[in-house]
Nanobody, 126 residues
């Protein structure tokens, strides 16, 4: 069982930066692949980024490629999402998700993750 808690959201102007964190409970964090998803107002939840247990495999949605960076610190049981050059369309609730590495076959699909955090709000003003 893994519990996930996101933090770092807030209000920022367009062009600004935020760093989201997702702290995981449990001693097996290093064996989990992690993902970030987001849900904008009135839209479906969508994939943002994902990272394998060791950080060797990383995936991004086209909409954030070049602006967002996912990383993890297994010693701290934490995954990060550095968001730069933020746009108003990045406004959403951001969720982190986890799945055991052996079952990580569809990094960009919500159905591929077993554990979810409660989300953190990111608002980008124009």
């Amino acid at each position: 069982q893994v519990q996930l808690v996101e933090s770092g959201g807030g209000l920022v102007q367009a062009g600004g930066s935020l760093r989201l964190s997702c702290a995981a409970s449990g001693r097996s964090f290093r064996t989990y692949a992690m993902g970030w998803f987001r849900r904008a107002p009135g839209k479906e939840r969508e994939f943002v980024a994902a990272i394998s247990w060791g950080g060797g495999n990383i995936y991004y949605a086209d909409s954030v490629k070049g602006r967002f960076t996912i990383s993890r610190d297994n010693a701290k049981n934490t995954v990060y999402l550095q968001m730069n050059s933020l746009k108003p369309e990045d406004t959403a609730v951001y969720y982190c998700a986890a799945v055991s590495s052996g079952r990580w076959t569809t990094p960009a699909q919500q159905q591929g993750y077993d554990y979810w955090g409660q989300g953190t709000q990111v608002t980008v003003s124009s």
